[in-house]
Protein backbone atom coordinates (compact mmCIF):
# COMPACT_ATOMS: atom_id res chain seq x y z
CA UNK A 1 0.00 0.00 0.00
CA UNK A 2 2.63 2.49 0.96
CA UNK A 3 4.34 1.57 -2.84
CA UNK A 4 1.23 2.20 -4.47
CA UNK A 5 0.29 5.35 -2.79
CA UNK A 6 4.16 6.61 -3.46
CA UNK A 7 3.87 5.96 -6.87
CA UNK A 8 0.48 7.49 -7.18
CA UNK A 9 2.12 10.69 -5.10
CA UNK A 10 5.14 10.35 -7.64
CA UNK A 11 2.82 10.44 -10.63
CA UNK A 12 0.36 13.60 -9.60
CA UNK A 13 4.18 15.52 -8.71
CA UNK A 14 5.77 14.53 -11.84
CA UNK A 15 2.27 15.14 -13.79
CA UNK A 16 2.84 18.51 -13.04
CA UNK A 17 6.18 19.16 -12.79
CA UNK A 18 6.78 18.15 -16.57
CA UNK A 19 3.92 20.28 -17.33
CA UNK A 20 5.67 22.94 -15.89
CA UNK A 21 8.82 22.02 -17.78
CA UNK A 22 6.59 21.23 -21.21
CA UNK A 23 5.10 24.86 -21.06
CA UNK A 24 8.46 26.71 -20.62
CA UNK A 25 11.08 24.69 -21.48
CA UNK A 26 11.42 24.48 -25.08
CA UNK A 27 11.31 28.09 -25.43
CA UNK A 28 14.47 28.55 -23.30
CA UNK A 29 17.30 28.25 -26.06
CA UNK A 30 14.58 30.84 -27.78
CA UNK A 31 15.05 33.18 -24.86
CA UNK A 32 18.59 33.00 -24.32
CA UNK A 33 18.46 34.44 -27.84
CA UNK A 34 16.57 36.57 -27.39
CA UNK A 35 17.75 38.43 -24.66
CA UNK A 36 20.75 39.02 -25.96
CA UNK A 37 23.01 36.01 -25.77
CA UNK A 38 25.05 34.70 -28.48
CA UNK A 39 24.94 30.46 -29.72
CA UNK A 40 28.65 30.77 -28.01
CA UNK A 41 27.01 32.20 -24.61
CA UNK A 42 24.39 29.59 -24.85
CA UNK A 43 26.44 26.75 -25.38
CA UNK A 44 28.93 27.82 -22.10
CA UNK A 45 25.75 28.34 -20.05
CA UNK A 46 24.80 24.45 -21.37
CA UNK A 47 28.71 23.65 -20.64
CA UNK A 48 28.12 25.07 -16.61
CA UNK A 49 24.55 22.92 -16.73
CA UNK A 50 26.02 19.67 -18.00
CA UNK A 51 29.01 19.51 -15.75
CA UNK A 52 26.76 20.34 -12.30
CA UNK A 53 24.46 17.48 -13.70
CA UNK A 54 26.75 14.90 -14.15
CA UNK A 55 29.00 15.48 -11.09
CA UNK A 56 26.62 17.16 -8.42
CA UNK A 57 24.71 13.71 -8.04
CA UNK A 58 27.96 11.75 -7.03
CA UNK A 59 28.37 14.21 -4.49
CA UNK A 60 25.36 14.21 -3.08
CA UNK A 61 24.79 10.04 -3.09
CA UNK A 62 27.95 10.18 -0.72
CA UNK A 63 26.76 12.81 1.87
CA UNK A 64 22.68 12.60 1.76
CA UNK A 65 21.00 9.88 3.50
CA UNK A 66 17.81 9.88 1.47
CA UNK A 67 18.99 10.36 -1.99
CA UNK A 68 15.45 9.79 -2.98
CA UNK A 69 14.36 12.71 -0.98
CA UNK A 70 16.29 14.89 -3.50
CA UNK A 71 13.58 14.99 -5.93
CA UNK A 72 11.71 17.73 -3.70
CA UNK A 73 14.58 19.82 -3.74
CA UNK A 74 15.51 19.44 -7.55
CA UNK A 75 11.66 20.71 -7.88
CA UNK A 76 12.19 23.50 -5.74
CA UNK A 77 15.55 24.29 -6.85
CA UNK A 78 13.62 24.49 -10.77
CA UNK A 79 11.61 26.98 -9.54
CA UNK A 80 14.23 28.93 -8.17
CA UNK A 81 16.18 29.23 -11.69
CA UNK A 82 13.10 30.47 -13.53
CA UNK A 83 13.23 33.24 -10.58
CA UNK A 84 16.61 33.41 -11.44
CA UNK A 85 16.04 33.52 -15.45
CA UNK A 86 13.21 36.50 -14.98
CA UNK A 87 16.57 39.08 -13.14
CA UNK A 88 19.94 37.50 -14.22
CA UNK A 89 21.22 37.35 -18.17
CA UNK A 90 24.72 35.93 -16.75
CA UNK A 91 25.10 32.38 -18.88
CA UNK A 92 27.51 31.14 -16.14
CA UNK A 93 24.79 31.66 -13.16
CA UNK A 94 21.97 30.80 -15.37
CA UNK A 95 24.16 27.53 -16.41
CA UNK A 96 24.83 26.51 -12.53
CA UNK A 97 21.51 27.19 -11.79
CA UNK A 98 20.05 25.40 -14.38
CA UNK A 99 22.22 22.37 -13.13
CA UNK A 100 21.47 22.24 -9.64
CA UNK A 101 17.87 21.96 -11.10
CA UNK A 102 18.21 18.79 -13.20
CA UNK A 103 21.11 17.14 -11.41
CA UNK A 104 18.65 17.08 -8.39
CA UNK A 105 15.78 16.13 -9.36
CA UNK A 106 16.25 13.58 -12.56
CA UNK A 107 18.45 10.99 -10.61
CA UNK A 108 16.20 10.63 -7.56
CA UNK A 109 12.99 10.74 -9.72
CA UNK A 110 15.20 7.86 -12.12
CA UNK A 111 15.92 6.00 -8.47
CA UNK A 112 12.30 6.38 -7.69
CA UNK A 113 10.97 4.59 -10.72
CA UNK A 114 13.49 2.00 -10.48
CA UNK A 115 12.63 1.47 -6.62
CA UNK A 116 8.61 1.59 -7.07
CA UNK A 117 8.58 -1.02 -10.24
CA UNK A 118 9.13 -4.81 -10.22
CA UNK A 119 11.04 -6.05 -13.32
CA UNK A 120 7.93 -7.80 -14.98
CA UNK A 121 6.25 -4.44 -15.55
CA UNK A 122 9.06 -2.30 -15.23
CA UNK A 123 8.99 -0.96 -18.68
CA UNK A 124 5.60 -0.05 -18.89
CA UNK A 125 6.33 2.10 -15.18
CA UNK A 126 8.96 3.54 -16.69
CA UNK A 127 7.31 4.35 -20.23
CA UNK A 128 4.38 5.89 -17.76
CA UNK A 129 6.84 8.23 -15.90
CA UNK A 130 9.38 9.13 -18.24
CA UNK A 131 7.42 9.31 -21.76
CA UNK A 132 3.43 9.12 -21.18
CA UNK A 133 3.48 11.77 -18.28
CA UNK A 134 5.87 13.80 -19.53
CA UNK A 135 4.49 13.32 -23.55
CA UNK A 136 0.52 14.35 -22.16
CA UNK A 137 2.13 16.90 -20.60
CA UNK A 138 3.39 18.44 -24.08
CA UNK A 139 0.30 17.60 -25.53
CA UNK A 140 -0.80 21.25 -23.88
CA UNK A 141 2.22 22.18 -22.60
CA UNK A 142 4.40 23.61 -25.38
CA UNK A 143 0.81 24.99 -27.23
CA UNK A 144 -0.06 27.08 -24.11
CA UNK A 145 3.62 28.18 -23.71
CA UNK A 146 3.10 29.26 -26.45
CA UNK A 147 0.63 31.31 -26.86
CA UNK A 148 1.47 33.18 -23.25
CA UNK A 149 4.68 33.96 -24.60
CA UNK A 150 2.70 35.46 -28.11
CA UNK A 151 0.48 37.61 -26.19
CA UNK A 152 2.12 38.25 -22.82
CA UNK A 153 6.06 37.52 -22.95
CA UNK A 154 8.80 35.20 -21.41
CA UNK A 155 8.17 36.68 -18.01
CA UNK A 156 4.78 36.30 -17.69
CA UNK A 157 5.63 32.45 -18.87
CA UNK A 158 8.53 32.17 -16.02
CA UNK A 159 5.66 33.52 -13.77
CA UNK A 160 3.81 30.57 -14.32
CA UNK A 161 6.22 27.91 -14.27
CA UNK A 162 6.98 29.24 -11.07
CA UNK A 163 3.65 29.00 -9.66
CA UNK A 164 3.42 24.88 -10.84
CA UNK A 165 6.88 24.23 -9.65
CA UNK A 166 5.87 25.32 -5.99
CA UNK A 167 2.63 23.52 -6.58
CA UNK A 168 4.32 20.25 -7.52
CA UNK A 169 7.31 20.68 -5.09
CA UNK A 170 4.46 20.65 -1.95
CA UNK A 171 3.12 17.84 -3.75
CA UNK A 172 6.48 15.90 -3.39
CA UNK A 173 6.76 16.53 0.38
CA UNK A 174 4.14 14.14 1.20
CA UNK A 175 6.02 11.26 -0.17
CA UNK A 176 8.02 8.33 1.50
CA UNK A 177 11.90 7.67 1.02
CA UNK A 178 13.90 5.18 1.52
CA UNK A 179 17.01 5.72 2.89
CA UNK A 180 20.28 4.50 1.17
CA UNK A 181 22.24 1.48 2.71
CA UNK A 182 24.84 1.44 0.16
CA UNK A 183 25.76 5.02 -0.53
CA UNK A 184 28.36 4.91 -3.86
CA UNK A 185 29.21 1.57 -5.00
CA UNK A 186 29.47 0.30 -8.80
CA UNK A 187 29.55 -3.07 -10.06
CA UNK A 188 32.98 -4.80 -10.86
CA UNK A 189 31.28 -5.93 -14.50
CA UNK A 190 32.14 -5.62 -18.31
CA UNK A 191 28.29 -5.37 -18.59
CA UNK A 192 28.32 -1.89 -16.51
CA UNK A 193 31.22 -0.33 -18.26
CA UNK A 194 29.29 -1.20 -21.70
CA UNK A 195 26.26 0.89 -20.04
CA UNK A 196 28.59 3.94 -19.57
CA UNK A 197 29.34 3.57 -23.09
CA UNK A 198 25.80 3.84 -24.13
CA UNK A 199 25.16 6.25 -21.99
CA UNK A 200 28.02 8.47 -22.97
CA UNK A 201 26.65 7.82 -26.93
CA UNK A 202 23.10 8.50 -26.04
CA UNK A 203 24.02 11.93 -24.55
CA UNK A 204 26.28 12.48 -27.63
CA UNK A 205 23.03 12.00 -30.21
CA UNK A 206 20.62 14.66 -28.19
CA UNK A 207 19.63 17.44 -29.96
CA UNK A 208 16.72 18.91 -27.97
CA UNK A 209 19.03 21.83 -26.34
CA UNK A 210 19.49 23.63 -28.63
CA UNK A 211 19.72 22.32 -32.13
CA UNK A 212 15.83 21.42 -32.30
CA UNK A 213 14.17 23.99 -31.03
CA UNK A 214 15.86 26.55 -33.00
CA UNK A 215 15.02 24.17 -35.94
CA UNK A 216 11.68 23.49 -35.17
CA UNK A 217 10.77 27.85 -34.85
CA UNK A 218 12.90 28.23 -38.03
CA UNK A 219 10.24 25.81 -39.84
CA UNK A 220 7.35 27.32 -38.15
CA UNK A 221 8.09 31.07 -38.07
CA UNK A 222 6.81 31.65 -34.58
CA UNK A 223 7.22 30.52 -31.06
CA UNK A 224 3.15 29.75 -31.27
CA UNK A 225 3.43 27.75 -34.01
CA UNK A 226 6.46 26.39 -32.55
CA UNK A 227 4.46 25.33 -29.34
CA UNK A 228 1.56 23.36 -31.50
CA UNK A 229 4.14 21.57 -33.68
CA UNK A 230 5.47 20.19 -30.17
CA UNK A 231 1.73 19.11 -29.15
CA UNK A 232 1.16 17.94 -31.94
CA UNK A 233 4.05 15.58 -32.03
CA UNK A 234 3.58 15.04 -28.04
CA UNK A 235 0.15 13.71 -28.87
CA UNK A 236 1.42 10.84 -31.52
CA UNK A 237 4.28 9.87 -29.44
CA UNK A 238 2.10 9.26 -26.25
CA UNK A 239 -0.38 7.16 -27.92
CA UNK A 240 2.70 5.13 -29.03
CA UNK A 241 5.07 4.81 -26.15
CA UNK A 242 2.69 2.36 -23.60
CA UNK A 243 1.74 0.35 -26.03
CA UNK A 244 5.10 -0.89 -27.15
CA UNK A 245 6.72 -0.32 -23.82
CA UNK A 246 3.74 -3.33 -22.45
CA UNK A 247 4.75 -5.49 -25.34
CA UNK A 248 8.77 -4.80 -23.79
CA UNK A 249 7.78 -6.43 -20.49
CA UNK A 250 5.25 -9.41 -22.04
CA UNK A 251 7.50 -10.56 -24.78
CA UNK A 252 11.28 -9.73 -22.29
CA UNK A 253 13.12 -8.43 -25.79
CA UNK A 254 14.25 -5.02 -24.09
CA UNK A 255 17.45 -5.46 -25.82
CA UNK A 256 15.95 -6.13 -29.39
CA UNK A 257 13.90 -3.26 -28.21
CA UNK A 258 16.67 -1.03 -27.81
CA UNK A 259 18.12 -2.36 -31.58
CA UNK A 260 15.23 -1.17 -33.38
CA UNK A 261 14.66 2.47 -31.21
CA UNK A 262 18.24 3.26 -32.24
CA UNK A 263 17.77 2.59 -35.69
CA UNK A 264 14.42 4.72 -35.72
CA UNK A 265 16.22 7.06 -33.95
CA UNK A 266 18.94 7.35 -36.66
CA UNK A 267 15.97 7.45 -39.66
CA UNK A 268 14.34 10.27 -37.64
CA UNK A 269 17.49 12.26 -38.00
CA UNK A 270 18.63 11.12 -41.75
CA UNK A 271 14.58 11.97 -42.65
CA UNK A 272 15.05 15.29 -40.32
CA UNK A 273 17.68 16.59 -41.89
CA UNK A 274 16.14 17.29 -45.23
CA UNK A 275 12.76 18.74 -44.11
CA UNK A 276 11.94 22.21 -44.84
CA UNK A 277 7.64 22.20 -43.62
CA UNK A 278 5.79 22.11 -40.42
CA UNK A 279 4.26 19.21 -42.61
CA UNK A 280 7.01 17.15 -42.60
CA UNK A 281 8.14 18.47 -39.09
CA UNK A 282 4.71 16.82 -37.81
CA UNK A 283 4.54 13.67 -40.05
CA UNK A 284 8.08 12.67 -38.85
CA UNK A 285 6.88 12.36 -35.10
CA UNK A 286 5.54 9.42 -35.75
CA UNK A 287 9.00 8.25 -36.59
CA UNK A 288 10.39 10.22 -33.56
CA UNK A 289 7.41 8.43 -31.20
CA UNK A 290 8.39 5.00 -32.59
CA UNK A 291 11.68 5.61 -31.56
CA UNK A 292 11.08 7.04 -28.14
CA UNK A 293 8.66 4.29 -27.16
CA UNK A 294 11.18 1.47 -28.51
CA UNK A 295 14.64 3.07 -26.95
CA UNK A 296 12.29 3.21 -23.63
CA UNK A 297 13.37 -0.37 -23.21
CA UNK A 298 16.61 0.54 -22.93
CA UNK A 299 16.70 2.19 -19.61
CA UNK A 300 14.57 -0.86 -18.26
CA UNK A 301 17.09 -3.20 -19.17
CA UNK A 302 19.28 -0.86 -17.27
CA UNK A 303 17.34 -1.55 -13.94
CA UNK A 304 16.83 -5.74 -14.93
CA UNK A 305 20.49 -6.21 -14.75
CA UNK A 306 21.55 -4.47 -11.48
CA UNK A 307 20.20 -5.58 -8.09
CA UNK A 308 18.33 -3.04 -6.28
CA UNK A 309 21.67 -2.03 -4.39
CA UNK A 310 23.65 -0.78 -7.11
CA UNK A 311 20.21 1.39 -8.21
CA UNK A 312 21.21 4.67 -6.86
CA UNK A 313 24.98 4.16 -8.47
CA UNK A 314 24.35 3.37 -11.40
CA UNK A 315 21.96 5.90 -12.14
CA UNK A 316 24.36 8.76 -10.77
CA UNK A 317 26.98 7.45 -13.29
CA UNK A 318 24.61 7.10 -16.14
CA UNK A 319 24.15 10.97 -15.61
CA UNK A 320 28.14 11.14 -15.86
CA UNK A 321 28.23 9.33 -18.98
CA UNK A 322 25.43 11.69 -20.12
CA UNK A 323 27.91 14.71 -19.40
CA UNK A 324 30.62 13.51 -21.52
CA UNK A 325 27.81 13.12 -24.59
CA UNK A 326 26.53 16.13 -24.11
CA UNK A 327 30.21 18.12 -23.50
CA UNK A 328 31.23 16.41 -26.51
CA UNK A 329 28.13 17.27 -28.69
CA UNK A 330 28.80 21.29 -27.86
CA UNK A 331 31.26 21.34 -30.29
CA UNK A 332 29.72 20.24 -33.64
CA UNK A 333 26.40 21.82 -32.63
CA UNK A 334 28.55 25.10 -32.24
CA UNK A 335 30.78 24.62 -35.67
CA UNK A 336 27.62 23.22 -37.62
CA UNK A 337 24.54 25.42 -35.99
CA UNK A 338 26.67 28.90 -36.01
CA UNK A 339 26.27 28.45 -39.76
CA UNK A 340 22.48 27.39 -40.11
CA UNK A 341 23.87 24.01 -41.27
CA UNK A 342 20.74 22.05 -39.71
CA UNK A 343 20.80 18.95 -42.34
CA UNK A 344 24.72 17.59 -41.60
CA UNK A 345 24.46 18.20 -37.50
CA UNK A 346 21.56 16.08 -38.00
CA UNK A 347 22.94 13.61 -40.35
CA UNK A 348 26.07 13.46 -37.51
CA UNK A 349 23.70 13.06 -35.04
CA UNK A 350 22.35 9.71 -37.13
CA UNK A 351 25.84 8.29 -37.11
CA UNK A 352 26.48 8.78 -33.97
CA UNK A 353 23.19 6.67 -32.95
CA UNK A 354 24.01 3.82 -35.35
CA UNK A 355 26.93 3.27 -33.20
CA UNK A 356 24.49 2.41 -30.36
CA UNK A 357 23.62 -0.83 -32.74
CA UNK A 358 26.38 -3.00 -32.31
CA UNK A 359 27.00 -1.52 -28.34
CA UNK A 360 23.15 -3.49 -27.81
CA UNK A 361 24.28 -6.88 -29.66
CA UNK A 362 27.24 -7.30 -27.99
CA UNK A 363 25.42 -7.13 -24.35
CA UNK A 364 22.73 -8.84 -25.77
CA UNK A 365 25.31 -11.84 -26.67
CA UNK A 366 26.44 -11.57 -23.09
CA UNK A 367 22.97 -12.61 -21.57
Known amino acids: ?56 PFTLLKTVKNFEGVIS ?32 FWPSFNLLQFRLSESKMRARTISIFSSVIPAIASVTGPATGGFIVQNFGFTSLFIAAVVLYLIAFLFSLNMRFTPETRRFSIPNSTMFKVFFVTFIILGLSE ?32 AITFVVSWFSDVRRTRVKFAVVGALLSASWYFCIAFSSTTYEVVALSLLSGLASAFSISWFAHYGDSFGREYYASILVMMEMGLMIGRITNLAPTYALISKGNYPSY ?6 VTLALVPVYHFIQKRK
Open 1 to 56: MVQTDSLKTLAVTVGIFFFASNLSGIFLPIYYKDSGLSLLEILALLFFTFIVIGLL
Open 73 to 104: FGIFSTMLFYIVLIFIKNPVILGLTYGLGIAT
Open 207 to 238: SYWVAYPFFVLNVSGTVLNMGLIYAFSATIIS
Open 346 to 351: FVLLGV
